[in-house]
C-alpha cells in the first residue's frame, strides 16, 4: 500500500484541469465487505457495486480502525475506476477506494453527504 500523508504537508505540484478529469472517480455502494485473508496490513476486501457502465469491482481498504465489514455493507464510497487493477497478495483491487487519515494516520472514508445514484462521477 502507498503511505499515508498527514495533515500539515504542502499541495502537490499545480496542474490543470484536463488532468484531473483524467481520474474517473466514482461513487458505488458496498454490497459484499469481508476481511481480507493473508494481507499484511488489516485490510478489508470490499465489493462495490458502481451501477451500469462500470458495474461491480473488488477493492482491498486498510480501514479497519473505523469500520467493521459489517459497518460497511450498503455504504456509498468514492473510489478511483480507471487505476490498472494492483496485485495486494492474493487479492487483485480493480478499483482505489478513496479516504483522509485522521490524526493518527488511520483511514475515514470519503463519500458524498447524501444519496447519489451509483456510477455518479466526481465533477
Known amino acids: 500500500m502507498h503511505k499515508v500523508d498527514l495533515p ?6 499545480e496542474t490543470d484541469f484536463e488532468t484531473f478529469r ?21 485490510s478489508i ?3 462495490i457495486d458502481f451501477g451500469p457502465g462500470v458495474g461491480r469491482k473488488k477493492s482491498s481498504a486498510q480501514i479497519t ?11 456509498q ?5 480507471n487505476f490498472p487493477p494492483r496485485q495486494i497478495g492474493k487479492f487483485m483491487s480493480e ?11 488511520a483511514i475515514v ?3 458524498p453527504d447524501s444519496p447519489v445514484p451509483d456510477g455518479a462521477r466526481l465533477v
Open 8 to 13: 500539515g504537508q504542502p499541495p502537490e505540484a
Open 22 to 42: 483524467k481520474i474517473d472517480i466514482r461513487v458505488g455502494t458496498v454490497v459484499e465487505a469481508a476481511p481480507l485473508e493473508g494481507a499484511r496490513k488489516p
Open 45 to 47: 476486501r470490499l465489493l
Open 65 to 75: 480502525e473505523h469500520y467493521s465489514p459489517e459497518a460497511l455493507m450498503g455504504r
Open 77 to 81: 464510497v468514492m473510489a478511483v475506476v
Open 95 to 105: 478499483v482505489l477506494t478513496l479516504g483522509f487519515p485522521d490524526d493518527t494516520g
Open 109 to 111: 472514508l470519503g463519500a
